[in-house]
Structures are given as C-alpha cells and as structure tokens.
C-alpha cells in the first residue's frame, strides 16, 4: 500500500517536473535563445518585462488612440494620417530603433518589419512554404481559421493552394459576376426606397456593403440561401469581435484563463460555426454525383475530394470546414471594407466621383455590365489601389521563419523568428511615397505596397475583389452621388481588418 502511495506521488512530482520544464523552455528558454540570436545580428528594440513583453505600452496606447477624437470630430478634419494613431507604439519604436527592430508579445519575441526593400528580397528569395506562422497566432485564432489556407503550413499549405487555386479562375469569376450584379442591385433598390419612403438621404452605407459582401460570398463559394449565409455571418462577427476587439494576452502564459469566459464564448463560436459548415458540407455531398453539380468553390473542392486515391489533392471533412471558415471571413469582410473606405474617400473627393462616372460611362455605357469590359475601367483600378494603400482591410502581415533565412552578409533570421509585418506602416511611409503620402492621388505607385501580402503566399482571392469591387462601385456610382455626414466620426479601428469604427453615414443623391 506504501508503496502504491510512494510510486503515485513519484509519477505525479515527475509530471510536474516535465511540465515545468517544458513551461520554462517555451516561455524562456526558446524565447531568450532566439532573442540573442537577433540581438547577434545587430537588432535591439523596448525593454520587455516578464511576463507581459511589451503588452502594457501597447494596450495603454491603443485604448487611448481608439477614441474617435484623435481622428478629428466631423468630417472638416478627416484626416489619412493613420498609422501613429492607430499604432502609437510603432511610430515611437520606429523612430528610437528603425525599421526593423525586436519587440515582445507576453513572452514570444516578434521581428518588427516595415523595410520595403527587405521585404522584397525576402519574398523573392525565401519560397512560401518556407514560411510559417507564429504559432502563437495559430493557436489563438483556431477557432476563427482552424487550419485553413491563411493559418497551414508546409506540405499542408502546397496541398490547400493547390487544390483551392483552380476556383479562381477566370472561367469561374466570370461565372459569378451575375450573382454580385443581383445582389448589389438589391442593395441599391433598398437605399433607393428607403431614401423615396423616409425622405432621409442619410444611409449608414457601411453595414449594408459588409452584408451584401457577406451574401455574395455565401452564394457564390458556397452556394448557400441568405438565410443560412446570414447565420454564419452573424456568428463569425461576433467571433471576431470576441477575439479582436477585447482586452486579451495572447502571448502571455497562461493568457487564456485571464479571461476564461471571452476564451470559452470564442471555442463556442468557433464550434456553433463548424456546425454550421458541416451540415453545409453533408447536404452538398449527397448532391455532387447529381446531374447538375454546383461550380462554386465549396463545389470544386468537394468534387476533388471525392475522386478515388486522389490524396495529394483531397481534403478531409475538417479541412474543409476549415477552408470555407477561412473563405466566408476573408472573402466579404476585406472586399466590403475597401468599397466602404472608398466611398469615404470618394464622398470627400467629389471630383473622383465625376472622373469615375465619365470612365463608367465610356466603357460600360447604358448597356448591362459585361465582365469582359471591366478591365478597361483604369481609374477604377488606381482608386481601389490608392484607397488600399491608404486603408488596407488587412493593416499587418504575419510569418514564422521555418529555417535560418540568410538575408545579406550580416543579417541572419534564426529559425523560429516570429515576423510582424506592418504594412499600414509602409503604405504611410513618407520615404517610400513622398511628402504628400497623407493625400489621396490614386495616380502613383511603387514598392512598398502590399494590401494582399506578398510572395508565394499573396492573397489568394485577389482576383475576386477585383471583380467585385469593379461591379459594386460601377453600380452605385451609376445610381447615386455622394457626400460624407455632418454625423460621420472619423474612427478607424483594428479588429484583425481596418474598419470604421462608427460606421459610415453618408448623404445620398439619386441621380436620374
Ligand atoms: C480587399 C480585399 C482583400 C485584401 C486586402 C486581402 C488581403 C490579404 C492579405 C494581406 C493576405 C496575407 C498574405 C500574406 O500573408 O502575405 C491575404 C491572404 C489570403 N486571402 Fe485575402 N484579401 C482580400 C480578399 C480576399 C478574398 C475575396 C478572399 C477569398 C475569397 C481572400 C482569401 C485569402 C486567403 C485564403 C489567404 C491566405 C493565402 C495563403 O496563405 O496562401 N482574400 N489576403
């Protein structure tokens, strides 16, 4: 019986022995051991304390800058000098230690990059499934991505892009012009009617666009009613706004169980919507050896998955609950947050407006739009270039070096380098765009600018926002002109993409 007793309490002291030990080599000893490797190379940065890194400095700061006072009260002064708002302790760290320099999250060192030049070798020499992600980042946002296209790695990832890269094609974008010309249609109807009922022209036109990006996705990848797309819209917003938009301490150990309930409510998310996808999934199945199968995207991947022995390009059940979570999210929020930004900038710069129109009027006419066509709306493109530059939905970028990345003869990233990419800090860079980089000109462009990432591993539905930001914009403009609000705040604010914080009231004019 002792002797039970003895061996019970020796398991048990050697369990946490090797927890402990693992706990302090992951919070310490990996950390430490890549800092010095950085630290080698010349690279320094803010003084971390334990266990928090430089999370207090940052937390004070963004809690203060997110009020809409610091962009100015109305729309007199709006102004486009984001990034030392939005991201104080940068813009600090930025001048006290340049463009790269090392800063901590709880306890994971991050490489701070905004070096355009750098980020342009790096993405020439090192191929994308040699980059990872930090696994911080991974663990912390599962329950939104899972371990789809924007969180695999390796092997996984070459496998996902594969399989996924043939739904965009031209042939199948083509295919779901149709869909956004209805939906957006239906959209311009409602504003149309409520401004002919109400007599209001004020429309907040943020929350609109988010949801008809929201339905065009549904229908077009997935195939699903408004109903159900709404569902996951409506749980995947909440999800983000539980992850992204709260006081939490990813990075820190243990950080999770400072707020046990926001890291539960996120899990219970992040399954309601699992759910959601698999029942999504088994109704589709049963219908893909049908006459008519669907092309839509959810369609391509279940028809190569379930081709007999065709593993490399096949996908499990998880895989694929995972990619369509990874779709739904990156695929309307990004798109509906740069038509939304335009038409703030579009709103305060009439005459864009105007030049727009004229483009519209010359290359699509009064005819039906015709995707053949949209490429010869130029303007339209440098627009959507310079409001992505200004406001780019995805404001940073993340990596984790999978091996030592030799960049010149004295730079050297170890493996394991957590990198964080500040892409609202290059697109606001006086040296890379020149003293006017505050200014909307939509007539520039240079390196520096990257709103959908860069190398190997560049957004895959690039192609997609093209053509849908090209149909929604050709119809509103045909329909409406548009002035800012007197009620309109100017508030950008990061929830993982840049929105507006207090949406985006505008005044709207039908045109005849
Ligand atoms: C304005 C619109 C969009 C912007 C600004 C944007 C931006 C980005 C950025 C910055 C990345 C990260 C690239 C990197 O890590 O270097 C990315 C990746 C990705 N985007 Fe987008 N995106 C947009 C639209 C879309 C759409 C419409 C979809 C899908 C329908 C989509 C799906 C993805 C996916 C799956 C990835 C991961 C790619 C990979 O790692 O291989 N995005 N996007």
């Not at 990198?419 to 000109?441: A, C, R």
Request: net charge neutral; charged share 20%.
């Amino acid at each position: 019986m002792e002797f039970i007793g003895f061996l019970t309490m020796a398991v048990f002291i050697v369990v946490v022995l090797y927890l402990l030990c693992r706990l302090l080599l992951s919070c310490w000893v990996f950390p430490v051991l890549t800092y010095r490797k950085l630290k080698k190379n010349g690279l320094t940065g803010p003084t971390p304390s334990f266990p928090l890194g430089n999370l207090s400095e940052m937390k004070k700061k963004t809690s203060q800058s997110s009020t809409s006072s610091s962009f100015g009260p109305s729309s007199n002064s709006i102004t486009h000098d984001i990034h030392s708002t939005l991201f104080p302790y940068f813009a600090r760290w930025q001048k006290a230690y340049g463009k790269m320099f090392v800063y901590w999250l709880g306890t994971e060192p991050f490489l701070y990059v905004a070096d355009a030049a750098l980020l342009k070798k790096l993405s020439s020499e090192v191929t994308a499934k040699n980059w990872g992600k930090p696994a911080v980042f991974r663990r912390d946002r599962a329950p939104m991505f899972g371990n789809g296209l924007v969180m695999s790695e390796g092997d996984d990832w070459v496998r996902h892009r594969h399989v996924i890269t043939p739904a965009f094609n031209p042939t199948n974008l083509k295919a779901m012009a149709s869909l956004m010309v209805e939906t957006a249609t239906t959209m311009l109807d409602n504003w149309a009617t409520q401004i002919n009922t109400s007599g209001i022209q004020e429309i907040d036109v943020e929350d609109s666009i988010t949801a008809t990006a929201g339905e065009i996705i549904a229908k077009t990848s997935f195939g699903i009613s408004h109903h159900s797309g709404s569902l996951v819209f409506e749980k995947l917003r909440a999800l983000q706004m539980t992850l992204f938009k709260t006081t939490r301490f990813v990075g820190v150990p243990f950080g999770k169980f400072i707020y046990p309930m926001k890291t539960l409510e996120a899990g219970r998310l992040g399954e309601e919507i699992n759910q959601l996808f698999l029942s999504i999934i088994a109704a589709r199945k049963k219908s893909i050896r049908s006459e008519s199968p669907q092309h839509d995207l959810l369609g391509m991947l279940l028809k190569e998955s379930d081709k007999p022995g065709n593993f490399s390009k096949s996908l499990t059940t998880q895989e694929l609950v995972d990619e369509c979570k990874t779709f739904f999210f990156g695929g309307h929020e990004t798109t509906a947050l740069a038509i939304t930004w335009t038409m703030l900038l579009l709103a305060t710069h009439t005459d864009w407006q105007e030049q727009l129109r004229a483009e519209i009027k010359e290359v699509v006419g009064d005819k039906e739009i015709d995707v053949n066509n949209l490429a010869g709306l130029k303007k339209m493109g440098w627009v959507m270039n310079e409001v992505l530059r200004l406001y780019p939905s995805a404001p940073n970028a993340q990596r984790q070096a999978k091996d030592d990345i030799q960049v010149s003869e004295d730079l050297t990233i170890p493996k394991g380098t957590n990198m964080w990419i500040d892409t609202v800090g290059m697109h606001h860079d006086p040296e890379l765009w020149g003293e006017d980089v505050h200014e909307f000109k939509p007539e520039r462009f240079k390196m520096g600018y990257l709103p959908f990432g860069f190398g190997g591993r560049m957004c895959i539905g690039r192609n997609l926002t093209f053509l849908e930001y090209k149909i929604v914009l050709t119809l509103i403009l045909s329909r409406f002109s548009f002035t800012v609000s007197p009620t309109y705040t100017h508030a950008p604010s990061i929830a993982l993409s840049l929105r507006p914080c207090n949406g985006l009231p505008l005044v709207l004019q039908p045109l005849n």
